[in-house]
C-alpha cells in the first residue's frame, strides 16, 4: 500500500504530470467496464462501434473488459452492423497492439468472457476458471505486462464474479490464493473489473488475503457507484491496487456512458 504522501502527490493533479510522476517514471490509466456483449440495457440496441469510440477516448494504457463476446453465431447473422471479428480485436483496432481474451460461458450460439487490451507487451497470459458448478461461467484472466525500461513486470488481472454472495466468497478466496502463490511478493498487481460486490465485502477479503486495496475507497472513503449506468445505486465495478507507488481515480463524463452499457465505467491513474 503506498505511503499517505506518495498516495498525495499523485492524487493532486489527475490528468497533468505530476511531481511524483515525474520522479518515479511511469504512470498508466487503467480502465475497467463491462461491456454486457455491447448492447445496452435490456438488450434494446447494439452499441460496441459507440463503445469502442468512447474506450478510445479515455486514453488508457490498458483496459479491462468483462462480457466481451468471442463469438455469437444468431447476433452475427441478423444484427446490423455486428463486427465478423471476436469483439476483444474488434475494440482493440489499432490502439492497443496486444490483446488477451478469457473465454468463461459458452454456449450454443457461442462464448464470451474477459478480456485486457493494453499498449504495453502481454509477455503471457492465463484464463482460472472459477465456476460454480451449475451457474454462469466466470474467470479470472491473469496477464503479465511488460512496462517500459528495466522495471518489473506488471500482473493484471480481469475480474467477474458470480451474482450469489456464497460464489463470490468462494471466487474472492480464489483471487487471493492467484495473488499470493503466482505472483511475487514484490510486483505490482492491479486487479479490475465486475465484482458483483453490492455488499461490499471483497474489501477486507482483498486487503487480508493478498494485501490489494481499492483505489476509490482510498480516495473518496467509499466505492463509486457503477450500476445500473442511468441511475448508478450499486458499487459493482472496482479497481484494486498492490505495490503501486501511487494511484488517484480518474472522473469520466456520464455521457455517452451512460446509454453505451448497463455498467458504469471506473478509471485511475496509477504510478508505478
Known amino acids: 500500500m503506498p505511503s499517505p504522501e506518495a498516495f498525495a502527490k499523485v492524487s493532486a493533479v489527475?490528468?497533468?504530470?505530476?511531481?511524483?510522476?515525474?520522479?518515479?517514471?511511469?504512470?498508466?490509466?487503467?480502465?475497467?467496464?463491462?461491456?454486457?456483449?455491447?448492447?445496452?440495457?435490456?438488450?434494446?440496441?447494439?452499441?460496441?462501434?459507440?463503445?469502442?469510440?468512447?474506450?478510445?477516448?479515455?486514453?488508457?494504457?490498458?483496459?479491462?473488459?468483462?462480457e466481451v463476446t468471442g463469438t455469437h453465431a444468431w447476433n452475427a447473422r441478423w444484427v446490423i452492423g455486428y463486427p465478423e471479428m471476436p469483439h476483444y480485436e474488434f475494440l482493440a483496432d489499432s490502439l492497443w497492439p496486444q490483446f488477451a481474451y478469457g473465454r468463461n460461458a459458452v454456449y450454443p450460439n457461442g462464448h464470451h468472457g474477459n478480456a485486457v487490451l493494453s499498449k504495453f507487451p502481454i509477455v503471457r497470459f492465463h484464463n482460472r476458471d472459477v465456476s460454480i458448478h451449475g451457474t454462469e461461467g466466470r474467470g479470472l484472466l491473469h496477464c503479465v505486462l511488460q512496462m517500459p525500461g528495466r522495471g518489473p513486470p506488471v500482473h493484471a488481472i480481469c475480474v467477474h464474479l458470480g451474482l450469489t454472495e456464497s460464489h463470490r466468497r468462494r471466487q474472492l478466496h480464489l483471487l487471493c490464493e492467484t495473488v499470493r502463490q503466482d505472483i511475487p511478493a514484490s510486483a505490482p498487481v492491479i486487479v479490475a473489473g465486475d465484482f458483483n460486490d453490492w455488499r461490499h465485502r471483497a474489501h477486507q477479503v482483498l486487503a487480508q488475503g493478498a494485501g490489494l486495496h481499492e483505489v476509490f475507497v482510498q480516495a473518496q472513503g467509499k466505492a463509486a457507484r457503477t450500476f445500473p449506468a442511468r441511475w448508478p445505486l450499486l458499487s459493482l465495478d472496482r479497481i484494486y491496487v498492490r505495490n503501486a507507488i501511487g494511484h488517484a481515480p480518474v472522473v469520466l463524463p456520464v455521457k455517452p456512458w451512460s446509454h453505451l452499457s448497463d455498467h458504469a465505467p471506473l478509471a485511475a491513474k496509477i504510478a508505478l
Open 14 to 66: 489527475v490528468g497533468q504530470e505530476t511531481v511524483a510522476e515525474a520522479s518515479l517514471g511511469l504512470s498508466i490509466t487503467v480502465l475497467t467496464v463491462n461491456i454486457h456483449k455491447g448492447f445496452t440495457f435490456f438488450n434494446r440496441k447494439f452499441m460496441l462501434p459507440e463503445l469502442r469510440e468512447a474506450i478510445r477516448a479515455v486514453g488508457a494504457e490498458v483496459v479491462f473488459l468483462q
